[in-house]
């Protein structure tokens, strides 16, 4: 009888310009393009560009004349700059009008459970507790629950801490105001100064870690998803029991965790942040 713990992209290359066998050359050059020129918030020259994009200037040209009709960039003749065309964003707003991340994450959970071998989880932050959206059961005939709807204190789940630890200070400060530490069980973290040691430790790794802060018998590892703005939109999480989660396997789950997070992060078009937060 199964035994339940209840707890409360094929993308192209971006340093090639050539084409797989089944990709179009100009094509994948002028993807090429256009995401250099995304990266370059105040345009850049063509000679620039050509050079990023390791394309001849005279080839570089032609493609973004291309690109230029179908209003994907745009040129600045005075400043002889390229820029992000309005088609552009015309079509990533669809696709974030259309965003829907336990879809796009659910085959990357699965992925995440099988290497795993525990529960995966996907959760997002609300009023300072997590709710889960998502959650994929390992086959063990004992594992730890979290089903859709759940809710869980942020400040001593894996996915919480791990969402707290990409906010910057106001947004950190406003959970912090909003919320209570109560202790849920002996190795619950109680005070803010605690909480804030272990926020800096959660930047450094890039993956946070529920030593049975909520549930006793209940570890968990979680990092963080970020939105196209490098801001966190989600988090994934590992939970399993802690007899079969020692120390040493904890830092393999968290690389693996860690690695997941950013595949999904780049599947809904997310960036990750450039400098950790504190």
Same mark, same amino acid.
């Given at each position: ?53 390791? @394309? &001849? +200037?005279?080839?570089?040209?032609? $493609?973004?004349?291309? =690109? /230029?009709?179908? *209003?994907?960039? #745009? ?88 969402? @707290? &630890? +990409?906010?910057?200070?106001?947004? $950190?400060?406003?959970? =912090? /105001?909003?919320? *209570?530490?109560? #202790? ?95």
């Amino acid at each position: 009888m199964t035994e339940v713990i209840e707890i409360k992209r094929s993308a192209v290359n971006a340093n090639s310009t050539e084409a797989g066998p089944n990709q179009v050359q100009s094509v994948v050059r002028a993807m090429k393009i256009m995401n250099c020129i995304a990266e370059v918030e105040d345009g850049i020259h063509l000679m620039e560009l050509a050079l990023r994009v390791g @394309l &001849a +200037a005279s080839t570089t040209h032609r $493609l973004l004349t291309s =690109l /230029q009709q179908g *209003r994907y960039v #745009r040129f600045d003749a005075e400043r002889r700059l390229w820029y992000m065309g309005v088609q552009a964003f015309i079509n990533g707003t669809a696709f974030a009008n259309t965003r829907d991340i336990a879809t796009l994450a659910r085959p990357h959970l699965r992925e995440l459970m099988k290497q795993s071998d525990e529960t995966v989880n996907l959760a997002v932050e609300d009023r300072g507790e997590m709710i889960f959206l998502l959650q994929v059961e390992c086959r063990h005939l004992v594992r730890a629950l979290a089903g859709p709807g759940a809710r869980t204190p942020i400040y001593c789940s894996a996915s919480g801490k791990a969402i @707290l &630890a +990409a906010m910057n200070d106001g947004q $950190l400060n406003k959970i =912090l /105001q909003r919320i *209570r530490l109560h #202790r849920l069980t002996p190795r619950t973290i109680t005070t803010p100064a605690a909480l804030h040691r272990e926020l800096r430790e959660v930047r450094q790794l890039g993956y946070a870690i529920d030593n049975e802060e909520h549930s006793m018998g209940v570890r968990c590892v979680g990092a963080a998803i970020y939105n196209e703005h490098r801001e966190v939109f989600a988090a994934v999480s590992i939970s399993g029991l802690a007899s079969r989660i020692p120390d040493e396997k904890l830092v393999e789950l968290g690389a693996l965790v860690k690695a997941r997070a950013q595949l999904i992060t780049a599947e809904i078009g997310g960036r990750q942040p450039e400098i950790a937060t504190g």
